[in-house]
């Protein structure tokens, strides 16, 4: 059974950097797309970012010219460096891969909480 492993989550003041990284098992084969997604308290799943196994990428109007999603394809890794935070981008954040016959997975979540 393949799984998603992030890291990097933590607490930082505003204005901070973190950097999020996911890594896929080696049993996940024939990724498509990673992703990664936050979940803030009581509000539904969004998407942050999102690239493509060519490099293209999309992100959330929210954290465009902040955040930069990159990935390793031969390590099958994603990472999400993350600058000018602010407090409302405290969440949950997910790790996401789609595969190219249409399966997913997703990783357990790692927590980001910006505040002073």
């Known amino acids: 059974q393949g799984q998603l492993v992030e890291s990097g989550g933590g607490l930082v003041q505003p204005g901070g950097s973190l950097r999020l990284s996911c890594a896929a098992s080696?049993?996940?084969?024939?990724?498509?797309?990673m992703g990664w997604y936050r979940q803030a308290p009581k509000k539904d799943r969004e998407l942050v970012a999102t690239i493509t196994n060519r490099g293209n990428t999309n992100y959330a109007d929210s954290v465009k010219g902040r955040f930069t999603i990159s990935s390793d394809n031969a390590k099958k890794m994603v990472y999400l460096q993350m600058n000018s935070l602010k407090p409302e981008d405290t969440a949950v954040y997910y790790c996401k891969a789609f595969l190219t016959w249409g399966g997913e997975y997703w990783g357990q979540g790692t927590q980001v909480t910006v505040s002073s």
């Open positions: 080696g049993s996940i084969r024939s990724i498509n797309v």
